[in-house]
């Protein structure tokens, strides 16, 4: 094995593994430590978004993705929220990410980590451009003016050895290792919360649960818990479950009755058997930048965050396929040192965002509503803000990742934000759409590279010498002349990511060479 690389990633948990194959794909010399040989057998991440389909669809593997856990007739992968005990008269559906469908090119999914992980897995063997070496962790890390040197530790072992390479990324969870030693520091936003993670087997549960057909995550809103959730979530169909709460300061597994929680989270007694009891510290995390010279930070080593709404994991793949790219690119000779400062200027404020408009809001808006209605006090103003709530949306509308204001995104204003608005028109610092409901087939017009979509391809003749004399890979796909009805512009520049660079209806040769150096780090004046 040759210890030299173009980028070495410290953790190969998913988000480290989809950023191997996003650059492997791309050319990019990549090794990857991880120091599990196994995925880890803890059920989280399972909420997998639209866009993390799509991303899997871009790294070759959605079917694999979606096969991995295949989920019965009639299963659903639906949530639903309920009033005091889970067995509650008072319902309604939560987190309907099929709201939003027709907006995205892919499916979503739900499966646990572990599944999701071993799919990655399987990927990056296929890519010769990928070392993965699991059962080493990194140890130390010196950086330079044009290189990196990861010294890495065997986990069973006391072999050791030195990984040089020309960047390194930090993929390596809430207490990465790589942040600290490249000096990147963190704002923490702690709610002085014990929470219990619980992993149990239970069929009579399960049949408990079919007088709610289609669901597979529950949240219980109990007046004792201040807001906080219990949270129910199915790892198969039929028997296994995992369920988070909040626990005083000091509990054990000794010292506390699990069973007793669960049976009032439930409503009533059922048979259960465990499999894991854990805890974690609930709080919201963000480093205050993504990048330090040589090295970056991605997933969870750049923000955490309690599992409420299934953005943790959502959130790290964007962080790999933002960061792939502009990486390759650099490397490559065409990207700049500005693309790569855009990672953490995109970045950054989406996870801020995150946490603020929505993470942190729906503990805030529950606690308001515990402490203000109980159907116990007075019925018929509980009964009319329980319906509010239900016709009110779960944010699966308004979270809208975007860069509107990003340095490389030429002529937005504003500032990257998670809330924003689905729509088909296809907008600069937003996500392509498909071309409309039925329009998905705009898909496969995507490149690995930059994109040109045109109405009239008369109009790609600026742009195509732009890309030519700057080493651009830009393809320019033949399309259907109704995709731009729907998307409303009638040329549109897409990133390497999916994102819409820039889009209009008309553009000079000197514009579009403008257009198209903004968009890669390199405006001009």
Request: charged share 20%; aromatic share 12%.
């Amino acid at each position: 094995m040759s210890d030299s690389f173009d980028v070495v990633i410290n953790g190969g948990g998913p988000v480290g593994l989809g950023l191997a194959i996003e650059l492997g794909q791309r050319g990019i010399r990549v090794c990857v430590v991880e120091r599990y040989p196994e995925p880890q057998p803890i059920p989280k991440g399972q909420n997998l978004t639209q866009r993390t389909s799509e991303h899997f669809r871009a790294w070759g593997c959605e079917d694999e993705l979606h096969s991995a856990h295949p989920i019965p007739k009639g299963g659903g992968i639906g949530g639903m929220t309920a009033y005091g005990t889970l067995l509650s008269d008072h319902t309604y559906d939560w987190l309907n990410r099929s709201n939003v469908k027709d907006y995205y090119f892919a499916p979503n999914a739900r499966l646990p980590q572990y599944a999701t992980e071993r799919v990655l897995r399987a990927r990056a063997t296929e890519i010769p451009e990928i070392t993965v070496l699991y059962g080493w962790y990194g140890e130390s890390l010196e950086m330079t003016d044009t290189a990196v040197h990861l010294t890495i530790a065997e986990r069973d072992g006391d072999g050791r050895q030195v990984i040089d390479a020309s960047y390194v990324v930090g993929c390596d969870g809430s207490r990465s290792f790589i942040r600290e030693h490249a000096g990147i520091s963190e704002a923490l936003s702690d709610h002085n919360r014990m929470m219990a993670l619980l992993v149990f087997r239970s069929e009579e549960l399960h049949d408990l649960l079919t007088r709610y057909p289609g669901k597979a995550f529950y949240n219980v809103l109990h007046p004792d818990y201040e807001g906080y959730w219990l949270f129910f979530g199915r790892v198969d169909h039929g028997l296994s479950w995992f369920f988070h709460a909040p626990v005083p300061y000091g509990t054990t597994a000794e010292n506390f009755d699990f069973r007793g929680l669960l049976h009032k989270a439930v409503g009533q007694e059922f048979a259960l058997e465990f499999d894991h009891i854990g805890h974690w510290d609930l709080r919201v995390s963000l480093a205050d930048t993504y990048r330090a010279g040589r090295a970056f930070i991605a997933g969870d080593a750049a923000h955490s965050h309690p599992p409420y709404g299934g953005y943790g994991i959502n959130t790290g793949f964007e962080d790999a396929r933002n960061l792939g790219w502009k990486l390759a690119a650099r490397i490559k000779g065409w990207g700049s040192d500005a693309l790569l400062d855009s990672y953490s200027a995109e970045r950054q404020p989406v996870f801020a965002s995150t946490a603020r408009d929505f993470i942190e809001n729906f503990i805030r808006e529950d606690r308001e509503f515990l402490n203000q209605h109980s159907p116990t006090k007075d019925t018929d103003a509980f009964e009319a803000a329980w319906k509010a709530r239900a016709e009110g949306g779960s944010g699966v509308e308004d979270f809208e990742p975007n860069y509107e204001g990003s340095p490389i995104v030429p002529g937005s204003q504003g500032t990257p934000s998670a809330k924003g608005s689905h729509s088909f028109v296809a907008r600069a610092g937003h996500h392509l759409p498909p071309a409309g409901p039925e329009g998905r087939a705009a898909g496969a017009a995507l490149s690995a590279g930059f994109t040109l979509l045109c109405a009239d391809p008369a109009n790609a003749a600026g742009f195509s010498r732009a890309a030519e004399a700057m080493a651009v890979p830009l393809a320019v796909p033949n399309c259907a002349a109704d995709w731009f009805t729907a998307w409303e512009r009638g040329i549109i520049l897409v990133r390497p990511d999916g994102f819409v660079a820039w889009s209009g209806d008309s553009c000079t040769d000197e514009d579009a060479h403008k257009i198209l150096s903004a968009a890669i780090g390199q405006p001009r004046d």
